[in-house]
């Protein structure tokens, strides 16, 4: 196989890792295909625009698409690298990862591979998965030969290759993170090693397999799930006994070898919500302490609401001339970490959604990195951080964003999961 330098690359999945990647890519000379199933966000992108959020993304892509390095199309073209980046949802009530997504990204870019072709997995995914997709694609295939039945000799190579990103830093840590790199064969992953070390400054390491890379960024964040729902546990049990959890974490953290994280009102975005429970469906009687740290996190926004219901009462209770049905009551954050818009399986937006349904009084929400409020918030507004000191009754912090723990709420009734007060 050919090890020639790569002059054109695809991205399936333009969302917040595939555009990224795509213009870092396409920043680097090499002509980028990105391939999208949304028309909307295809025009975006051609028209030199964004259509997410992430600090200096818009500038890289004007560029890119200016110097017409980087466009976009909704049907796959060839090339001589593939990068998937879409969706690795959930499907039902167990918490089952649903690789439907990486499927028909498989069987759309089938028709356009030739022999030499590199295909990377790159979406979050349980054990197993890039050698599904390689399946998939051998039966879509049949005249090419794969690395699951001619191993160094086959016509098209497979790796899968995990983002280790964080929102808000994206594109600089596409740069200097590390990346984890499993090849179905040593040929393979050496071709994904030439490719990411077009842009990658730090360490291209290979692994053993697919399957160790797979399992490598599913433990990275199950280790910080862990870790979370154990600052989340000393909360719900600090509440009990009337003790700041914050105080006590200060306290516990000057021994030389405790550290431990903050709480807060539970765990969201797209990977440490959703990465822990694949081991748990691969593996669910051994993964026992997973499990256990999943449900402490999925339970934590059930307590919150608790809490906010019990400062209501109280507020009530102090104010019998007032109704349920007057009380304001405030929610402060709606994304699923600090100073970002992305609300992704987000905490906060659990409990405003279910807070909308439970109270029948004025709903006001303050986040200031979006415009306008996501669907499904009935009698919600959204407002000012100011509006909501001046006018609401009851407060509830629930992202730790700059402007939120530069100020404090002067008032008897506030639920802080984040240690703001």
Request: hydrophobic residues 45%.
């Amino acid at each position: 196989m050919s090890d020639h330098a790569f002059q054109r690359v695809s991205v399936i999945g333009l969302g917040y890792i595939g555009l990224p990647t795509a213009a870092m890519l396409a920043s680097r000379k090499l002509e980028v295909v990105g391939v999208d199933v949304n028309q909307r966000a295809v025009d975006t992108i051609n028209c030199g625009e964004v259509h997410i959020v992430e600090p200096d993304l818009d500038i890289i892509v004007r560029a890119a698409v200016s110097g017409g390095y980087l466009r976009a199309t909704t049907k796959p073209e060839p090339a001589e690298a593939f990068l998937i980046a879409v969706p690795t949802p959930f499907k039902g009530h167990n918490h089952d990862p649903d690789l439907s997504y990486v499927e028909a990204a498989a069987r759309n870019i089938a028709p356009v591979l030739k022999s030499g072709d590199l295909v990377i997995l790159e979406s979050t995914s349980p054990v197993g998965a890039t050698e599904a997709m390689a399946d998939w694609l051998a039966a879509a295939r049949p005249d090419l030969s794969f690395p699951q039945t001619k191993g160094e000799e086959s016509d098209i190579r497979i790796a899968h290759c995990p983002e280790r990103v964080l929102p808000g830093k994206v594109m600089q840590e596409l740069i200097i993170n590390d990346r984890v790199i499993g090849g179905m064969t040593a040929a393979c992953a050496a071709r994904a090693v030439q490719l990411y070390e077009t842009f990658v400054t730090g360490k291209c390491v290979v692994a053993s397999s697919p399957r160790v890379a797979e399992m490598a960024k599913l433990t990275e964040n199950s280790f910080r799930d862990v870790n979370i729902a154990f600052a989340n546990e000393l909360s719900l049990i600090c509440h009990r006994f009337a003790i700041d959890v914050w105080e006590l974490i200060s306290l516990a953290n000057r021994h030389p070898r405790v550290n431990i994280l903050q709480p807060g009102p539970g765990v969201g975005g797209h990977c440490i919500a959703v990465d822990p429970w694949f081991i748990v469906s691969s593996a669910p009687d051994d993964a026992k302490l997973i499990r256990t740290a999943r449900e402490v996190n999925d339970g934590k926004p059930g307590w919150v609401l608790d809490r906010i219901d019990e400062a209501i009462a109280a507020f009530l209770q102090r104010h019998p001339e007032r109704s349920v049905n007057d009380v304001r009551v405030a929610c402060y954050g709606l994304a699923f970490k600090p100073d970002i818009d992305d609300l992704r399986e987000s905490p906060a937006m659990k409990i405003t959604k279910a807070m909308s349904q439970r109270h029948k009084g004025p709903l006001l929400v303050v986040e200031p990195h979006i415009e306008e409020l996501p669907a499904g918030l009935c009698n919600a507004r959204l407002v000012t951080y100011d509006d909501a000191v001046e006018t609401a009754d009851v407060h509830a912090i629930l992202v730790a964003h700059s402007a939120f723990r530069s100020r404090s709420v002067a008032s008897d009734y506030v639920v802080d999961t984040i240690g703001a007060q």
